[in-house]
Nanobody
Framework: QVQLVESGGGLVEPGGSLRLSCVASGRFFSLNVMGWYRQAPGKQREVVATVTSGGTTKYADSVKGRSTISRDNAKNTVYLQMGSLKPEDTAVYYC??????????????WGQGTQVTVSS
């Protein structure tokens, strides 16, 4: 019922910046919490940042101060702006959205992931 399409990943030099985008489409009443997670090789998936429908944001300590999560409710889109990138930020980044779907209630959805590589 809900499709998530991510974009914006790629190869970035240390100290650089990038912006990830995730667009939600499909049949849903509303989108609740939207967020970004990441998974590095050999590690568990971890939360990077989340934003509620009311705009409350939370960040992992590892990205706090150099990342900004935002959402455009009119476009059903969530963004993650990251700066001062480090090699340890290298990972596959996943969009996660909780949607309210008729007949199903709250449904958790994952994007396909976008690779971010920080290297010189």
């Amino acid at each position: 019922q809900v499709q998530l399409v991510e974009s914006g990943g790629g190869l970035v030099e240390p100290g650089g910046s990038l912006r990830l985008s995730c667009v939600a489409s499909g049949r849903f009443f509303s989108l609740n919490v939207m967020g970004w997670y990441r998974q590095a090789p050999g590690k568990q998936r971890e939360v990077v940042a989340t934003v509620t429908s009311g705009g409350t944001t939370k960040y992992a300590d590892s990205v706090k101060g150099r990342s900004t999560i935002s959402r455009d409710n009119a476009k059903n889109t969530v963004y993650l702006q990251m700066g001062s990138l480090k090699p340890e930020d290298t990972a596959v980044y996943y969009c996660n959205v909780e949607a309210v779907v008729r007949g199903y209630g709250r449904v958790n959805n994952w994007g396909q992931g976008t690779q971010v590589t920080v290297s010189s």
